[in-house]
């Protein structure tokens, strides 16, 4: 499958419940319509092309002319108005199979009316035909007996030799059953056929699904909301990294897989020693923390020294990064040990004034190089990029950065004003991650160290610089 096809697949896929309303609702309307249907009848003439002196098989292509010029809408008009038909009546004709045998065929809504039309169209149909051919004739025999007139009217003597002839000429002419159609039956049994409601549903829900699949198509270029990999690359700009579904037994391993690429792609961007990578989002959301924990954890379970940072000082909880900046604590007493020995965390702490002015390059490059006396990788989780203006000095001092959408909840223009303001910063943006994410409100999810250690539980340090 192509990238063209894939993106609209998934568009199509995402929208699959308005898809299948739509079609539910065409399906209905179907339904709907067919139920006052009532049913048609059919009335039948049969005629056939007599030619005693040609095959019948150029016959038969003879009355598919005849059943062809029978069809004309144009004529149809003509012939329902010299009949006298009425207007409802359909008006069809058919050849039968490669014979010359002709059904002129009319449909009504009663029995009566079905045959009654069929014998008027067919009668009609025929003595037309008849008649132009009855035309040609009659100048054929007109032809024949003008040079005995002319003699006759010159000297007034034709013999009968001559008079002989001719009437053998217009007797063979008027002999002549080439083309003219013949009654074969008149009359026959009318056909009665039921509405057929399945066909008709079937045509309907078709119809509905190709509808549904193009107003999915149409609101999947419109949509501003980033739903799915391609979003992130076509409207954004941005390298998707993963897709990450949503925390369900369901979606389980496919949740794993995703974490594990963002991960991945860090692990092999980010420097061995000394590395920081900051996980940032356009607007407030859950899915900056999960990401950034999930590349934590795994790092720290792959043995690399790791500390997580909450840098977001809009969030206030405990003490740490604020103090930290003010100089008001001490970084080795505020990093919490989690149950991962290789693994510690900071929180936010908290700080009265403005975190702009708390939050300086300066002062967070300072903590930056004693955490990386710590640690080989620090991830730091930033504030909303467009709500706080030192998410843009903790990502160009990080260096490192990995942009946060959650799915159906970003916009694209957030999203794409975010994307520039980090390449302005001159920071390195890895990709995004498109990730399904719990909703939060206001402050109730405060950072707080997944797993620490238990009070009076002996945890193994790594070994790292002094503290």
Known sequence: MNSAARVHGQRIWHRKWLVLAITVLAVALGFV????????????VAMTVGSP????????????????????????????????LPGGVTLTARTVASSPILYIEATADSPRQAQDAATKAGTAFRDEINARLRA???????????????????NGVVSDVSLSQMQDQINRINADT??????????????????ARWPALLSYGVGGLLIGCLVALVLGVVSRRLR????????????????????????????????????????????AERAAVAVVAPEAGAGVEIVARAIADERARQGVRTILVHADLRRPSGTGVAEILAGRADLGKV?????????RELLPGSTGDDPFTTLSRERFTRLLTHLHERADLVVVIAPPLLDAVEAQVITATAGLTVLVCERGATRS??????????EAVDTTVLGAVLIDAPVRTGDDAAPAPARAAAPGERVFTPARGPE
Do not use: C, M, W
């Open 33 to 44: 319509s067919t139920l006052g249907a009532q049913p048609a009848y059919t009335g039948r």
């Open 53 to 84: 002196n040609r095959a019948p098989d150029q016959d038969a292509v003879l009355s598919v002319g005849y059943a062809t010029y029978f069809a004309d809408p144009a004529y149809q008009a003509k012939l329902k108005s010299s009949a006298g």
């Open 136 to 154: 040609a004739q009659d100048a054929a025999i007109a032809a024949v007996r003008k040079p005995f007139d002319d003699i006759r009217a010159a």
């Open 178 to 195: 080439s083309n003219k159609l013949i009654d074969l039956q008149l009359a026959s049994e009318v056909v009665r056929k039921d509405p």
């Open 228 to 271: 799915t990999a391609d979003d992130l690359e076509q409207k954004v700009g941005v390298t998707a990294l993963a897709v990450v579904p949503g925390e369900s037994e369901k979606y389980a391993a496919e949740r794993d897989r995703a974490l594990k690429q963002v991960v991945t792609a860090v692990g092999l961007t980010a420097p």
């Open 335 to 343: 990093l919490i040990q989690t149950r991962n020995p290789y693994l």
């Open 413 to 422: 223009g957030p999203a794409r004003r975010a994307h520039r303001l980090l």
